[in-house]
């Protein structure tokens, strides 16, 4: 039987697997991708929480979720693009241009 | 008489303020003239008021607003004028208005001349406060305003530097102005403390209030306040050990030394004592102690007087012996006649100030009276002046000092203080011989000018009189110095409406003319004396100035040494270590050190800012992790 630990657990690994690409990654594609995972992560937990108590506000939240990530990825890839264009790449090491 | 209360309250102010109009642009005579004539009215309403208090025998009481209302407190700003006040009012508006004028003719070539007037009516005004406010609160705020002014005047030459003490008793008038008001200060705690406890005790300051509730207070409680109040009196008054700033004081411009260190300031704490006699007739053991320093400082101050070479130093130490009788006589509960004395003193020192002005004038700033001599070819008018103020101030018969200093030694007799009276008399003649051996040390026999005093240029010294006015102006003290005296009957009739009366006893009244006889021996004495030691020209004694008494006196009895070594020298080490030790070691190095660990940690953190998008968001990582587990920890403890 699939209970909420399961869920949880595989939401747990999946923010994990997201974190890790938000440190480790270098190209700024990539870490959309990993944010994409990391609020993906959270959606499962909200949903798995959710459907466990019965109570549809989880759910909903999850929606917002999706609906904030969809136009920050349109807002975001607009700016990779711009960003692309101007330097020719997207790896965070090249970018740097700014020091304390 | 409300508006001759304010007139004479508030011209020298005017004065002042109008004088300090012009500070700052050069030497206008108009600025004088207008002080001295804005004096010489609050002196006219002073006078008139006198003769009316005279004739109707009651104050004058105005309360000008309220000036503290808070809880139980209220203070407001009230004046009177009734005998006593009146008195010291028309003395110091006199003394005041003689002193504006000379300054004129004094100050001339001073290029401070104008803020010189400002200093000089402020001072006035000051003074006028003092005397006729009706409580202790107003009192005590005059009593700081003439310290205040002191300060300014002693400093008046804050540019000329520090003269070392070795090489001349002498120091720098800023350095005098310093130890001056410091001096004060000291005293002025004590003051404070004895208004604090007649506060605390009476819960008011007016002095009717004050006086009324006494005999309700425990013998203890009267004690403490007369003490603390006598602290106060002696520092102003100059009295043993606060002394020596009087003597420092005459660093500043003369006139000042006239108005100030002589006539006026320096006699407010006999003035204290007067005001608050209700209080001092309540506390036998503290008068009789007041009377026996007043005692000591008489004959202390004289003795050195007798060997000074200084000439308004000399002047300096009568008037603190002077003072000396003065408390001498309101400590023994005479407070009339330590009223008198006060009055006619301050008529006859100034004179005596006034005319060692005209000396320094004529010698180009020369003091030292070994170096004069000769003057009366050139100086007859400051001669015949200072001459008269001398004899007055020695006690010869019939001048203003032979009535007063009498009444004060007659009353020693007659309280039975046969100490005190034979100290007193010892001083009548010290008195005497040493005012004399200045004055003809400094106008008769050869002339000892040093080479460098020469005006003109062909080699000669050519001491010239003070400016004609100023003789003029000069003149009514020296008449009050030698008429006054004939006054005293109506002023004790003036004054007793108000102060105890004192009365000699049949006894004392019977042997009176062998008293005065006995302080005429001694003061005639002590001026033969110095007519034959010094009338002829100074005739150094080299065995004598080299004894140990000679040097004891002539260093003041190593007083000022002794507060350099014990007082000065330890304060300035302490001072030394707290600043290099306490205060850069702790107060500031943990200041710094605050501010050095800001700037480490902040130099530290800087290399955070790489400027790489990755590496933030690492950080942003650690700093979420380490939330959670802050989070999860306080969860966990409290929880």
């Not at chain 1, 869920?7 to 870490?31: D, H």
């Not at chain 2, 009476?202 to 005999?215: I, N």
């Not at chain 2, 008198?340 to 008529?347: K, M, S, V």
């Not at chain 2, 030694?409 to 046969?418: L, S, V």
Request: aromatic share 14%; charged share 15%; net charge neutral.
């Amino acid at each position: 039987m699939i209970g909420l630990s399961h869920y949880l657990i595989v939401s747990a690994i999946l923010f994990s697997i997201g974190l890790m690409g938000v440190l480790r990654r270098r190209n700024l594609l990539m870490l959309f991708f990993a944010t994409e995972v990391m609020l993906n992560a959270v959606n499962i937990a909200f949903a798995a929480i959710s459907h466990f108590y019965n109570d549809l506000t989880g759910q909903m939240f999850a929606f917002f979720v999706i609906a904030i990530a969809a136009s920050e990825v349109a807002v975001g890839l607009g700016i990779l693009i711009v960003l692309y264009k101007k330097h020719g790449s997207l790896d965070l090491d090249d970018l740097a241009s700014m020091r304390g | 008489m409300e508006k001759l209360v304010y007139i004479a309250l508030f011209a020298p102010l005017v004065s002042s303020l109008f004088a300090a109009l012009f500070a700052m642009s050069p030497r206008k005579t108009f600025v004088g003239i207008v002080g001295s004539a804005l004096i010489g009215t609050a002196f006219f309403a002073s006078l008139t008021l006198a003769m009316h208090i005279h004739h109707t025998g009651e104050a004058v009481h105005v309360t000008m607003m309220d000036w503290i209302h808070a809880g139980d407190l209220h203070i407001p700003f009230g004046f009177m004028a009734d005998q006593v006040s009146v008195t010291m009012m028309t003395v110091v508006t006199l003394v005041s208005t003689i002193v504006h004028i000379y300054s004129i003719g004094y100050m001339d070539h001073d290029k401070s001349f104008n803020r010189f007037f400002s200093y000089l009516s402020a001072f006035v005004f000051s003074m006028m406060i003092l005397v006729m406010s009706d409580n202790f609160a107003g009192l005590f705020i005059g009593w700081e305003g003439v310290g205040v002014c002191s300060w300014l005047l002693i400093g008046f030459w804050y540019h000329k530097a520090d003269v070392s003490r070795e090489e001349n008793p002498s120091i720098s008038p800023s350095w005098a102005a310093n130890e001056a008001f410091i001096m004060n200060r000291i005293a002025d705690l004590g003051m404070l403390v004895g208004l604090f406890i007649i506060y605390w005790n009476v819960g008011s300051l007016q002095y009717d209030t004050v006086f009324a509730a006494l005999p309700e207070l425990s013998g203890s409680v009267l004690n403490a306040a007369a003490i603390a109040l006598f602290i106060g009196a002696m520092g102003k008054s100059a009295q043993f050990p606060l002394h020596t700033w009087l003597t420092d004081a005459m660093e500043g411009p003369t006139p000042v030394s006239a108005l100030i260190h002589a006539a006026t300031m320096v006699t407010a704490g006999v003035f204290l004592v007067i005001r608050a006699n209700p209080l001092f007739g309540m506390t036998p053991e503290v008068s009789y102690f007041i009377a026996a320093l007043g005692t000591f400082v008489a004959f202390f101050a004289a003795s050195m007087a007798l060997v000074n070479r200084d000439l308004k130093r000399i002047i300096a130490f009568s008037t603190l012996s002077q003072l000396g009788y003065m408390f001498a006589a309101a400590g023994l509960g005479a407070y009339w006649i330590a009223l008198f004395h006060l009055g006619a003193h301050a008529f006859f020192k100034a004179l005596l100030f006034l005319g060692a002005g005209n000396v320094m004038h004529a010698m180009h700033d020369e003091l030292d009276i070994f170096k004069m001599g000769g003057l009366k070819k050139a100086m007859k008018w400051t001669y015949i002046y200072m001459g008269l103020a001398s004899l007055a101030l020695a006690g010869i018969p019939f001048f203003a000092g032979f009535f007063s200093k009498d009444a004060i030694i007659e009353t020693a007799w007659n309280e039975g203080t046969i100490v005190l009276w034979a100290i007193l008399v010892i001083t009548a003649g010290m008195t005497a011989f040493y005012s004399f051996r200045q004055v003809f040390l400094t106008f008769e026999g050869s002339e000892r000018y040093p080479e460098e005093i020469d005006y003109f240029k062909d080699g000669k010294h050519h001491p010239h009189e003070m400016y004609k006015f100023v003789l003029i102006a000069m003149s009514p003290l020296a008449i009050l110095a030698v008429i006054a005296g004939f006054g005293m009957g109506t002023f004790e009739h003036f004054v007793t409406k108000l102060l105890p009366e004192y009365h000699m006893s049949e006894h004392t009244h019977h042997i009176a003319w062998i008293l005065g006889l006995v302080v005429l021996v001694f003061a005639v004495g002590g001026i033969a004396y110095a007519y034959k030691k010094y009338a002829k020209g100074l005739k150094r004694d080299e065995k004598l100035e080299s004894s140990w008494y000679y040097k004891l006196l002539s260093n003041q009895y190593y007083i000022p040494n002794i507060y350099e070594a014990f007082i000065s020298k330890p304060y300035a080490v302490l001072s030394d270590i707290m600043w290099n030790k306490i205060d850069m070691k702790i107060v500031d190095a943990t200041v710094d050190g605050i501010a050095k660990f800001l700037y480490k940690t902040g130099d530290g953190s800087r290399k955070m800012q790489t400027g790489n998008l990755s590496n933030y968001l690492n950080w942003m990582a650690v700093g979420a992790v380490l939330l959670l587990v802050f989070a999860a920890l306080s969860a966990a403890t409290l929880g």
